[in-house]
Each structure stands twice: as structure tokens, then as C-alpha cells.
């Protein structure tokens, strides 16, 4: 491109390279890339600015993250916004720093930047990961008292963490007020549910969450096809695995390797290894061509 006549690389050129390399977490080739944009008189935006702290962030790399945090606070055109404080607190909430998460909001309010549904939703996903309950219900009652309804992303998130946690009383009245305000629960919402019904045992619950899937208009898809079929699996129900890998045909949802090494965990835990080995060399026969297979233990 910078061989070509008149084609030289601009902001959006940088930003796409800067992008790439968080991405592929190729961290090294940044400085060199804002090297090459100072020579050339390109100077970071606040677009540039968060997707590098964003990335460094998810990447735990939190020194040259607050560097860049600080770098635009002495900038004039580039001030942090909603977006940079919720990067930060979720660099921090995620890996358990729940005190640092906590400070580094702090600061943010003290620049005057204020929080939006994401952040709230990045509290209780926090929160929730480190098991403190009781200040995920502290954000809950603050989201009420000012008005800020909860998402279906909020609701997904908080039905996660308690079937993760194996309270699935409290997912089940969570998916009930989820539904009784007019929340439509999606694939997500429903992959968390058979997911913890699994876990717990509970497979007449899979069966009327299947019910309840088919009765609607929710768009299917592979990774809650992969939660399901992983549920009947478990518990070495081959035949209802088998028709629900051909239902998942049906919804045209493509299978992945999610889907077939839970099939093949199911049919070596059942003794199936022949089954499992038409599995495994019909995968790698379809490696070599673009056409769509069927285990040959479907096609008996």
C-alpha cells in the first residue's frame, strides 16, 4: 500500500492494524505501529485509545492500560468515556479484582464520566463470578432506584451465575420474573438453563425447556443445540442425542467440533466405539471436502 502513488495509509488504516494485532495478541507490534503513525503526523484518537486498553485489559496487561488511561487524560481531543471506564472495570472484574474494579470506578465518576447499562451488567457479571451475592443485589437495587431497567442481557447474566453456582431455585424464579417483564429469553437465557439442569440432574427440566423452544419463535442455534445435546449425552440417552444432532440439520444450524466430540465422548462412555470411529473418520474425511455428512449411526 505505501509502494502504491498517492495511496498512503491514514487513521482508519492504523486502526484496522492496531485491531488486528490485539486480536492476535500481537502486543509487541503496537508501539512500532504508533511509532509509524507519530512519524507520519497521525495522531490516536479516542477510538485507537480504547480499543488498545480493551485489548490490553482482556489481555491482563494492566501497566501499559493504565498508561494509555493516562496518555489520554493529559490529551486534549481524546478524554476516557463510558466506553474506556467500562474496559477498565471489566479488565479488573473479571480476573477477581473486585477491589480495583471498584477504585478505578471511583475515579472514573470523579472525571465526570458516568456508567450506562453495560456497566452495570459488567458489576453483576463480576460480582456473580466472585460469588458476592449480596453486592449483585446491591447493583440490582440501584439499576431500580434510578429508573434503569434490566436487559435481557442483565437477566442472562444473573441466571447464569446462580445455574453455574447450582442454585437453580433462584435461576428458576429469575427466569420466571424474566418472562413476567416482558423479557423474551433467547438461546442464551436457554443455554444457561439446560446447562444447569444438567449439572444438577435434572433431566425431565431439559425435556420442557426443549418443549418450551420448540412452542417458540426463537431462533435456534448451534452452541444451544451443543448444551442439549451434551445434556442427553451425559447421561448416555444416545437415541435422543441422535435425533436431536438430526433436528439440529433440520434448523440448518451447522455442527462443530463442540458437537462432535460431545457425541464422541457419549458413544465411547456407552461402548459405542464403532459408532465414536465413524465419527471421527467422517470428520476428517469432510476436512477434505465441502460437503455436509451424517454419522453412519444416524443412518441405520
Known amino acids: 500500500m505505501k509502494s502504491v502513488y498517492d495511496c498512503k495509509p491514514d487513521m482508519l488504516t492504523y486502526s ?5 494485532c490485539i486480536k492476535l495478541h500481537r502486543f509487541d507490534l503496537i508501539s512500532q505501529i504508533l511509532a509509524e503513525m507519530s512519524y507520519l503526523g497521525i495522531k490516536c484518537n479516542a477510538v485507537i ?11 491482563e496487561l494492566f501497566e501499559p492500560m493504565e498508561k494509555l488511561l493516562s ?3 493529559e490529551s486534549v481531543t481524546c478524554l476516557p468515556d463510558v466506553f474506556t471506564l467500562n474496559s477498565f472495570i471489566w479488565a479488573y472484574g473479571n480476573c477477581g479484582k473486585i477491589e480495583r474494579m471498584e477504585r478505578w470506578y471511583e475515579e472514573f465518576q470523579l472525571m465526570g464520566i458516568r456508567p450506562d447499562e453495560r456497566t452495570f451488567n459488567i458489576f453483576i457479571r463480576s460480582y456473580g463470578k466472585a460469588a458476592m451475592y449480596e453486592k449483585m443485589e446491591s447493583v440490582l437495587n440501584f439499576m431500580k432506584k434510578r429508573f434503569i431497567s434490566p436487559t435481557v442481557v442483565t437477566f442472562n447474566t444473573i441466571i447464569e451465575i446462580f445455574g453455574r453456582a447450582g442454585n437453580v431455585e433462584k435461576m428458576d424464579a429469575l427466569f420466571l420474573k424474566m418472562k413476567h417483564e416482558g423479557m423474551k429469553p433467547n438461546t442464551v437465557t436457554y443455554c444457561s438453563l439446560v446447562n444447569a439442569y444438567s449439572k444438577a440432574g435434572k433431566l425431565s427440566r431439559v425435556n420442557s425447556i426443549l418443549r418450551q423452544v420448540e412452542n417458540s419463535d426463537v431462533v435456534l442455534d448451534t452452541p444451544f443445540f451443543n448444551c442439549i445435546i451434551s445434556a442427553y449425552g451425559l447421561v448416555g440417552d444416545v437415541d435422543k442425542m441422535n435425533k436431536l444432532f ?5 434448523k440448518n444450524c451447522e455442527p462443530d467440533n463442540v458437537t462432535f466430540a460431545t457425541m464422541i465422548q457419549a458413544y465411547n462412555a456407552q461402548g459405542m466405539i464403532e459408532a465414536a470411529q465413524d465419527v471421527e473418520s467422517e470428520i476428517s474425511a469432510a476436512k477434505d471436502s465441502s460437503c455436509v455428512f451424517l454419522p453412519a449411526s444416524l443412518l441405520i
Open 16 to 20: 484496522s492494524l492496531i485491531s488486528c
Open 49 to 59: 485509545y480504547n480499543t488498545m486498553i480493551d485489548g490490553y485489559g482482556k489481555a
Open 71 to 73: 496518555e489520554m487524560i
Open 246 to 250: 438430526l433436528l439440529m440439520k433440520e
